[in-house]
């Protein structure tokens, strides 16, 4: 019987040594933009906690006052296709940010997209921000699993500049399933001795 429930033991170790090597993760970070300054609109900029964003018409991280601290970067209004994209991003979870507008009208729209190994932007979702004039929160859960991607918000040719703080990117949660095992047997069945050999078998 010791031995049988060693076998078991030892089966329960690997089953979990399964499971603990198919979760994915990548490095979660937060960007405040609080080491950036200028009123000019840029095709990239480079953070420190994130890496080199690439952009169109964006950046101005002065025209509006961050959510807790000073910096925000903006989207710029008027401008077809404006954006800002993140660094390459080693999976993605949950995407969140806040964001508010500045001057505009009913139609503000901004589109979340993304690009999967340097592929075409699709749209994800796409969010109404007219009214916004104080810090809201903006989530959403991509959950790409892919080590190649990359989020672009983009503001595309609308009347309001589109004023985006505390950036977050969260760690892709991957859903592991375990493997079933059945019909475990062992031979002999009986009763056993510390010195008979046993063996033990499963579907």
């Known amino acids: 019987m010791k031995i049988f429930i060693q076998i078991i033991y030892k089966l329960t ?17 937060t960007e405040s933009f609080e080491d950036k300054s200028g009123s000019t609109y840029l095709t990239t900029f480079t953070c420190a906690a994130s890496g080199t964003w690439t952009a169109l018409s964006a950046g101005n991280f002065d025209l509006a006052p961050g959510r807790i601290d000073n910096q925000s970067v903006a989207i710029n209004d008027d401008t077809p296709d404006a954006h800002i994209t993140t660094p390459q ?18 139609n503000d729209v901004f589109d979340l997209q993304i690009s999967i190994d ?51 990117v969260t760690q892709y949660a991957a859903t592991a399933t375990p493997p079933v095992i059945s019909n475990i047997t062992r031979t002999p069945s009986g009763a056993v001795t510390s010195s008979q050999s046993v063996s033990v078998s499963a579907d």
Request: glycine residues 6%; contains cysteine.
């Open 13 to 29: 170790l690997l089953l979990a040594f399964i499971l603990i090597m198919q979760m994915a993760a990548a490095q979660p970070w």
């Open 118 to 168: 340097g592929g075409a932007f699709t749209t994800l979702i796409s969010q109404n921000y007219n009214g916004a004039s104080s810090y809201t929160q903006f989530s959403y859960n991509v959950n790409s699993s892919s080590t190649n991607a990359k989020i672009r918000v983009r503001n595309n040719n609308r009347a309001g500049h589109l004023i985006i703080d505390d950036f977050s």
């Open 89 to 106: 991003l080693n999976t993605c979870g949950t995407v969140s940010f806040w964001y508010k507008q500045r001057s505009g009208d009913a």
